[in-house]
C-alpha cells in the first residue's frame, strides 16, 4: 500500500522540477513500476511509466531484428506532466494519470533491478572500481559487494551493472595515455636533464 503523502496529485508545488520526478520515481518504486522521462520542453515536463507506447506491429515484427529483443510496451497511460508557474516561481503537476494496464510489481526484490529504482552509491562503485584495477577476481568482487550489501539479494544493481561500470573506469583509465605518459616523460626531465 503507497502512502497518501507519495501519491502526486494535481497542483502538487515543488521548488524545482527534479523534485517532482523524485517523487514520481518515489511513487512508482512503491506501486511497483517502473518510470522515464517521456517529453521536456520549456515550461514543462512528461514523465511516464516504462511501458508507456506501443509494442512493434506484427509486421515489422516479422523483419528479422538485428537483435532479439522484447518490448515490454503496453499503451499504459500512466503518466504525470509538470508545468513551471511563473507567478508562483514553482513547479506543479498540472496533469496526473496513475491508472496502469498491466501488472504492478510492488515487491522489493522487483522493483530494485527496474532502471528508475537502482541506486548506486558513488564510494561502494569507487571501491569496485579500485578493486578491479588492482586485479581482484570479478567473483571475489561479487562477493565483497554480497557482504557489504547483507547478501546478493541485497544488492542494489545487477552483476552486469557492475561490469558495465568495470568496463567504463577502464576506458577512462587510458583515455589520454600517450598525453600521460608524456607528462611522466617532461617531470622526469625536469629532474634529470639528461633523461633524453
Known amino acids: 500500500m503507497v502512502p497518501d503523502i507519495c501519491i502526486p496529485v494535481e497542483l ?15 511513487y512508482a518504486e512503491l506501486a511497483g513500476f517502473d518510470v522515464r522521462r517521456y517529453r521536456k520542453t520549456k515550461p514543462s515536463s512528461w514523465y511516464v511509466c516504462n511501458r508507456e507506447g506501443q509494442p512493434p506491429k506484427k509486421e515489422e515484427a ?11 510496451r503496453t499503451g499504459c497511460r500512466a ?16 496533469n496526473v494519470y496513475l491508472d496502469h494496464n498491466h501488472k504492478l510489481q510492488p515487491e522489493a526484490r522487483m522493483t530494485t533491478y527496474m532502471r528508475a529504482h537502482k541506486t548506486r552509491d558513488e564510494g561502494i562503485m569507487n571501491l569496485l572500481n579500485i578493486m578491479s584495477s588492482s586485479g581482484v577476481p570479478h567473483q571475489v568482487v561479487v562477493n565483497v559487494m554480497a557482504h557489504l550489501h547483507g547478501g546478493r539479494n541485497n544488492i542494489t544493481f545487477k552483476e552486469k551493472d557492475m561490469r558495465n561500470s ?30 633524453y
Open 79 to 94: 503518466e504525470v506532466r509538470v508545468k513551471y508557474s511563473k507567478e508562483k516561481n514553482v513547479w506543479y503537476f498540472d
Open 166 to 195: 568495470k568496463a567504463d573506469y577502464a576506458r577512462k583509465d587510458i583515455e589520454n595515455d600517450a598525453a600521460k605518459l608524456l607528462d611522466q616523460f617532461n617531470e622526469w626531465k625536469n629532474k634529470n636533464i639528461e633523461f
Open 12 to 26: 502538487m508545488e515543488f521548488e524545482d522540477v527534479e523534485d517532482a520526478f523524485q517523487l514520481y520515481k518515489d
Open 62 to 72: 516479422a523483419q528479422e531484428p538485428k537483435t532479439q529483443k522484447t518490448s515490454f
